[in-house]
């Protein structure tokens, strides 16, 4: 008995244990001490779909505080930020040869700004935020002058501070995506200096940088192979997820939870791919402020579809309009095939 007493005490120790030893370095085994790791670091639950031999790896986990799950990549960028935060905080040696680059792709609306950020926080990263039309200038030379200074500052945070610096660069592709324009000088001189400053941090585990975008079709090969296996899409909300984030944003406003059938109503008027998180989340906001103007705060199946369908069609046509705004005659197809609307724009 004394002797199983100890085998297990030990076996509970090397289970704790093993995680920031093996993750970098093994990466195989991430599958099974990723989790661990994170359980025992944020107390976060995490969903690993059964492995069957036959069967393709499906993988996801969740994050506290969000709706739905995510891909699985998000676990381990996770780990990874915390075993270097781990290191960088004991003053021990940090781990090298890691990626430090991700690129999030998928349509506008499902989370890549908000996992991107979210990621920075549950790891305790100081986070940079970077939006990519904000740092264009119509003066020439000036949005790589915005991005050198950025770099310069984010350096001088790294040598001062134990905390990984981690730079989001939202919507990557207004400076990456590929075109001959000859107009475009400003964004290719954007676009060389960030590269040329992204090279310079490429093997440094201080810094990690998260691109996004709603139009990876847009972007150039030779742009997306520096982020190597680290490209992630954030598909559009299944159905479990779109329940979460109805019941997620209405317990957020009222302190409730849905009508059960009322809820299931909207889980299937929402089954259509160009439905996203950002329109169910703005939908609850909408439907309790019609109620409360209309029906003394009392939601009816009618009002609820009503104006689901109402904001859907909005939405959708807002859609067509950035994409109208944004893409060239060239490549307006693939712009629209990026935010799934295809379909609706081809008939
Ligand atoms: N899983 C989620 N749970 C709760 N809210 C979410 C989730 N994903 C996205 N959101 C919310 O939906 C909105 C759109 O997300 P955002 O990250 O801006 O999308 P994207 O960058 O893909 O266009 C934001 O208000 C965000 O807080
Ligand atoms: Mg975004």
């Known amino acids: 008995m004394l002797v199983y007493n100890f085998i297990s005490k030990i076996s509970l120790l090397v289970f704790f244990l093993m995680p920031f030893k093996t993750y970098s370095i093994l990466p195989s085994l991430s599958l099974f001490t990723a989790p661990r790791v994170f359980i025992a670091l944020t107390g976060a639950q995490v969903v690993i779909n059964k492995i069957k031999d036959e069967e393709p790896k499906k993988k996801e986990c969740t ?19 915390k075993e270097v935060q781990v290191a960088q905080e004991a003053g021990t040696d940090l781990p090298q040869g890691l990626n430090n680059r991700l690129l999030i792709h998928g349509a506008p609306g499902n989370g890549k700004t908000k996992i991107a950020c979210t990621l920075a926080e549950k790891a305790g990263c ?33 040598d001062v501070d134990k905390k990984i610096v981690l730079l989001v660069i939202d919507e990557i592709d207004v400076i990456a995506a590929h075109t001959e324009s000859e107009q475009r000088t400003e964004h290719k001189a954007a676009l060389q200096e960030l590269w040329s400053q992204l090279d310079d941090i490429q093997d440094d585990p201080r810094f990690f940088v998260i691109c996004t975008t709603n139009v990876e079709n847009l972007l150039n090969e030779a742009f997306k192979t520096r982020f190597g296996n680290n490209i992630v899409e954030m598909p559009a909300p299944d159905e479990t997820k779109r329940r979460e984030v109805l019941q997620l944003y209405m317990k957020k406003c009222t302190g409730k939870l849905w009508d059960p059938y009322l809820l299931e109503k909207l889980v299937k008027a929402s089954d259509d791919p160009k439905i996203c998180v950002r329109l169910l989340k703005d939908y609850v906001q909408e439907i309790l402020q019609v109620a409360k103007n209309e029906n003394n705060g009392v939601i009816t199946e009618k009002m609820a579809l009503d104006v689901f369908n109402e904001m859907k069609a909005k939405y959708v046509a807002d859609l067509i309009k950035w994409a109208e705004s944004f893409a060239t005659r060239e490549n307006y197809r693939d712009v629209v095939q990026a935010i799934g609307l295809l379909r609706i724009i081809t008939g």
Request: proline share 6%; hydrophobic share 45%.
């Open 63 to 81: 994050f506290p505080g969000l709706a739905g799950t995510f891909p699985i990549k998000f676990l381990y960028i996770f780990n990874q930020l």
């Open 126 to 158: 100081h986070l940079v935020f970077i939006k990519c039309p904000e740092i264009m200038d119509k003066y020439m030379g000036r949005s790589a002058k915005k991005i050198k200074k950025i770099f310069k500052n984010m350096r001088e945070r790294a």
